[in-house]
């Protein structure tokens, strides 16, 4: 067997809740290269329908980490969400073009996310802890969705803001509210992630400040007008 026919279907290691809707889900990396910011797709039960989530292991790692929300009948995350250790799952090969970070020599960088779209910063960090971002803003809805805050504490300056609970020590709002705290500075990278509106907010809000749309990097992963 060729190594990318047995990198087609990678082994589940483990899910591991992070609140009642988002899980992380770990698959045996098998040597499979990948880059920050890439994404796989991962398929569901009949091996033919497949939805891209974004790594969030290091590059270094030898376990493939990925962050996802269980949607209400969702066919894919609903699938790897009652994966078994030992179950095997279908991905695709790496792919991907959002680069949070990719001119960290240059240039301080900033991320911005929502929800899971917190998994690429994920892995950026846990691939290059030398260069983390000047500050991350991270948005969730309830506070039992946040994917280990005092971890993500102590690699770089990180706000946290939660718009459905008013949970302790953390802004209660949306992480849009958070905006005013970002450093100045036209010469920076931000790297948004998360969900299209918040995306589309923070990016009139920084072109209002003056910072130019090719420093603003962009990643959709779920759609707000989708009921
Ligand atoms: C580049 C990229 C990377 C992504 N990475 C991640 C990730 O790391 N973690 C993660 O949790 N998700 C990620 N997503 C979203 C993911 O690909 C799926 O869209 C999501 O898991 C739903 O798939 P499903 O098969 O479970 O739901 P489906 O069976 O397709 O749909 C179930 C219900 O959810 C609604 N729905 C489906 N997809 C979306 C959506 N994108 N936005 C709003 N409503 C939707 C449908 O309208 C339907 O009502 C990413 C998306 C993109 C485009």
């Known amino acids: 067997m060729t190594q990318s026919a047995q990198q087609d279907r990678l082994p589940v290691r483990t899910v591991r809740w992070i609140g009642s809707g988002v899980f992380e889900l770990q698959l045996e990396r098998k040597d499979l290269p990948f880059s920050p910011g890439d994404c796989l797709a991962l398929y569901a039960a009949d091996g033919r329908v497949s939805r891209p989530y974004s790594i969030a292991s290091g590059t270094g790692e030898d376990v493939l980490r990925f962050l996802i929300r269980r949607m209400p009948d969702g066919v894919v995350s609903g699938f790897l969400s009652e994966r078994a250790p030992g179950d095997e799952v279908r991905v695709s090969p790496p792919f991907g073009w959002f680069r949070p970070g990719e001119h960290a020599e240059l240039r301080p960088y900033v991320c911005i996310a929502t929800g899971t779209g917190i998994a690429p910063f994920l892995c950026r960090l846990r691939s290059d802890?030398?260069?983390?971002?000047?500050?991350?803003?991270?948005?969730?809805?309830?506070?039992?969705?946040?994917?280990?805050?005092?971890?993500?504490?102590?690699?770089?300056?990180?706000?946290?803001?939660?718009?459905?609970?008013?949970?302790?020590?953390?802004?209660?709002?949306?992480?849009?509210?958070?905006?005013?705290?970002?450093?100045?500075?036209?010469?920076?990278?931000?790297?948004?992630?998360?969900?299209?509106?918040?995306?589309?907010?923070?990016?009139?809000?920084?072109?209002?400040?003056?910072?130019?749309?090719?420093?603003?990097?962009?990643?959709?992963?779920?759609?707000?007008?989708?009921?």
């Open 129 to 227: 802890s030398a260069r983390p971002p000047h500050m991350i803003l991270y948005g969730v809805r309830d506070a039992e969705d946040l994917y280990d805050p005092e971890w993500l504490a102590a690699q770089c300056d990180v706000r946290i803001a939660v718009s459905r609970e008013d949970a302790p020590g953390v802004y209660h709002g949306r992480v849009t509210g958070l905006l005013d705290m970002l450093p100045d500075g036209k010469d920076i990278d931000y790297y948004l992630c998360g969900l299209d509106a918040m995306i589309d907010e923070v990016t009139d809000h920084l072109e209002g400040r003056g910072v130019a749309i090719t420093r603003i990097h962009r990643e959709c992963f779920f759609n707000a007008s989708i009921p």
